[in-house]
């Protein structure tokens, strides 16, 4: 289990410093385009291509995110609960997190096949739709691994304690 939760690992790692790599390109085209459009000279399909790579980033930060419980979470029962109760709890809310994601990574795949089978493209640029699907999928993909592992964890932490 320790190396499937390291290979997990290493995965959301690589997927934080391609996002970390989209954001900063996102901020140059974006500045770039600032400063076309006060010469008159605006970067056509900007938006387009910002909009497509911000929804990739916020993907590809997901797993990195769960895995350091950056998100926002309400704790104030939780901090009240016994240890066996938390941790059943955590198991609950990972198995309910991990199908929502399991299932968000089916459904955006299979609408990525869907959207290359018709060749759907943005207005613009052009750009094959399902690229971003694929990868919203890939994000959602790894995210569920971490959950998984995190809730083999859980388990074993449990076990161990008993």
């Known amino acids: 289990m320790k190396k499937i939760a390291g290979l997990v690992d290493r995965i959301s790692q690589f997927l934080r410093i391609i996002a970390g ?3 900063v390109f996102i ?5 770039l385009d600032v400063i076309g459009n ?9 938006e387009e291509l910002v909009s497509i790579l911000a929804s990739i980033t916020m993907a590809f930060v997901l797993p990195i995110a769960h895995k350091k419980k950056a998100h926002i979470g309400i704790d104030i029962l939780y901090r009240r609960m016994g240890q066996t109760f938390k941790t059943f709890d955590d ?4 198995l309910i997190s991990g199908a929502l ?6 459904q955006c795949f299979k ?3 869907d959207l290359k089978r018709v060749g759907e493209v943005t207005s613009t640029l052009q750009i094959p739709k399902y690229i971003l699907l694929y990868g919203v999928s890939m994000g959602c993909g790894v ?5 998984l592992c ?11 304690k008993k």
């Open 21 to 23: 790599i989209l954001l």
């Open 27 to 31: 901020m140059s085209i974006t500045c």
């Open 38 to 46: 006060f010469f008159g000279h605006p970067i056509l399909g900007v």
């Open 91 to 94: 198991i609950f809310v990972s």
């Open 101 to 106: 994601f399991l299932a968000a990574t089916v």
């Open 111 to 113: 609408y990525a096949n």
């Open 143 to 147: 995210l569920f691994l971490v959950i």
């Open 150 to 160: 995190e809730i083999g964890e859980f388990i074993d932490s449990y076990v161990r």
